[in-house]
């Protein structure tokens, strides 16, 4: 039978494909075919941008076996490898010597090309195999070196269990101190706010509630937005990071941060890179640093904005520099926007193109924490499709009841932000009020919002003098909760949502505990 090798062309993906498929045998019989046939295209045609793909194919041009290589520099030995990831060889043409045709052909190629070694990886349990590779000429290196690259197995904090997170048990422990100036939600509104006047709600399962609740949050973007709904933004972020991101995939995200953007990633097996906010930049992401840190080609960047814990605000065009970068490189960047709405001129990143995915929801500016409605928007429908699939296998429905409620809330949306924002301005005036004329405190005035990160010159670090504070009946939080710099410990995060009068007692309490510091 004639048959000919060729490199492969981007009109051979579903040919491909279908090889994979048959190699995969019984697997892909399951329900969920379509969707891992996607995935496997995407994946496929993700090969054809830096590695070698050959084909095999007959007289008819139909594919008969394909081939698919990298070249690389070792740089421990400075051999050129030509490492070869896949051969797969059509099941009706077996034992017609396909493959040793087509590793003779790879041969020829990888010495064309300079290569000094070729391997390849062989389960050590496939005698069949490794005995067909001795004939080509292969030999079984037995003391191959392996370490694993997910740092956390190492250190014992791979697994969310083993993660603290003194961020939270702060606040619970502390949660009836009677001033608190360290939660960073407005305070709770009740349903009977809500007026949801429908007595007859039915309790089942409603898609129609969830695609209309969808439809309401994606006309605050604009149009062509695709929005999925989850239960808070710390399911939305956990989504977006577990299904568009593998283990070994770089995050790049920010420190100071809020604990979760790191520990997630952590226990996903990602690897992360810290992207330093600090006071004397005015918490800002310098573009020049940000631009060296993703010289790395992070597989994605996570930010607050409005940053958490310093409530200053960043706006989609200091980032359009770093996505265009990103884009180049089909790296994601994923903005955590939750405090955005406290700012009556802010504009989303979502606009900033179709790698861009925002998640939000209505815990902290509408007052709603415990209703558990969150989302995450972007422009990218074949993103959104994949996390849609991934959320029916990982949180299948939010409740029904809180997303009635929810929608109630987006149409009324108005009253409740007006109610934040002007508590926002007043408590921001008057705190800013208390900085000027408090010895010892300076701070980066945070945008519009509730929440800032001032620096106290004080003896004890901040987990000393958050201690002492709640004592005399105020509640902050220690800077060292949010990431593990140094200076870290000269900072708390001061949040400001009480009415005017618990305010000022709570930072004249504040007062007496910074002299006492001192
Ligand atoms: C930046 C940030 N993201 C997410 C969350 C979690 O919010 P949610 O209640 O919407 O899950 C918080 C809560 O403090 C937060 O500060």
Redesign the pocket.
């Known amino acids: 039978m004639s048959r000919s090798i060729r490199r492969a062309k981007r009109e051979d993906i579903p040919g491909i494909v279908m090889l994979e498929k048959m190699s995969m045998g019984p697997l892909w019989s399951d329900e969920g075919l379509e969707y891992e046939m996607e995935s496997m295209e995407e994946f496929v045609r993700e090969r054809f941008t830096c590695d070698n793909m050959w084909v095999m194919e007959d007289k008819n041009g139909d594919l008969l076996a394909f081939l698919h290589s990298t070249n690389y520099k070792d740089a421990i030995s400075s051999n050129m490898i030509c490492e070869i990831y896949t051969i797969i060889i059509h099941p009706e043409h077996f034992g017609k010597g396909i493959g040793g045709e087509l590793m003779e052909h790879q041969r020829k190629i990888a010495l064309e090309e300079g290569m000094d070694i070729m391997k390849l990886e062989v389960l050590s349990n496939n005698h069949r195999a490794i005995r067909f590779y001795n004939q080509k000429g292969f030999q079984e290196r037995k003391k191959v070196m392996a370490m694993h690259l997910n740092c956390h197995e190492d250190n014992g904090r791979g697994s969310p269990d083993t993660m603290p997170f003194p961020l939270l048990d702060w606040l619970m422990e502390n949660k009836d101190t009677r001033y608190d100036l360290a939660t ?2 407005m305070p709770p509104n009740s349903l009977g706010d809500v007026m949801c006047t429908e007595p007859n709600i039915t309790l089942g399962v409603d898609p129609g509630i969830t695609v209309e609740l969808e439809e309401a949050i994606g006309s605050l973007y604009g149009d062509e937005v695709h929005v999925m709904v989850t ?7 956990t989504l977006v990071l577990s299904t568009l991101l593998r283990p070994g995939d770089t995050v790049l995200t920010e420190e100071p941060s ?1 604990p ?2 790191h520990i997630v990633p952590s226990v996903l097996g990602m690897k992360l890179e810290l992207l330093e906010r600090s006071f004397d930049q005015g918490f800002l992401v310098r573009e020049d640093v940000l631009y060296e840190c993703i010289s790395s080609r992070p597989r994605m960047v996570v930010l ?1 904005d409005p940053h ?1 814990p310093s409530g200053v605000y960043m706006g989609p065009r200091a980032l359009t520099r770093i996505y265009e970068t990103l884009e180049m490189w089909d790296s994601l960047l994923l903005v ?1 926007e ?2 955005r709405d406290f700012l009556p001129d802010s504009s989303s990143a979502l606009d900033l193109g179709e790698n861009v995915l925002v ?6 500016v509408y007052g709603f ?1 415990g209703l ?1 409605i ?1 989302w995450v928007a972007t422009r990218n429908k074949e993103l959104m499709k994949r996390l849609r699939r991934a959320k029916e296998h990982l949180m299948p429905n939010n409740s029904v009841l809180s997303e009635r409620v929810a929608l109630e809330i987006i149409k009324n949306r108005d009253s409740y932000l007006s109610v934040s924002r002007n508590v926002a301005r007043r408590n921001l005036k008057l705190v800013k009020g208390w900085v000027d004329e408090t010895q010892g405190v300076r701070w980066v005035e945070p945008a519009r919002g509730i929440i800032s990160f001032p620096r106290l010159d004080v003896s004890v670090s901040t987990v000393e003098f958050a201690k002492e504070a709640r004592d005399k009946g105020v509640l902050v939080v220690p800077g060292e909760f949010f990431g593990s710099q140094k200076w870290l410990e000269g900072h708390i995060r001061l949040t400001f949502k009480l009415d005017e009068h618990e305010l000022k007692k709570g930072l004249e309490l504040l007062s007496h505990t910074l002299s006492a510091c001192r």
Do not use: F, M, V
């Open positions: 960073s939600s239960s808070g933004t710390q399911a939305a972020n809020y979760s953007l607050t958490n955590d939750i405090y998640t939000s929801s209505l815990s902290k924490a558990r969150g």
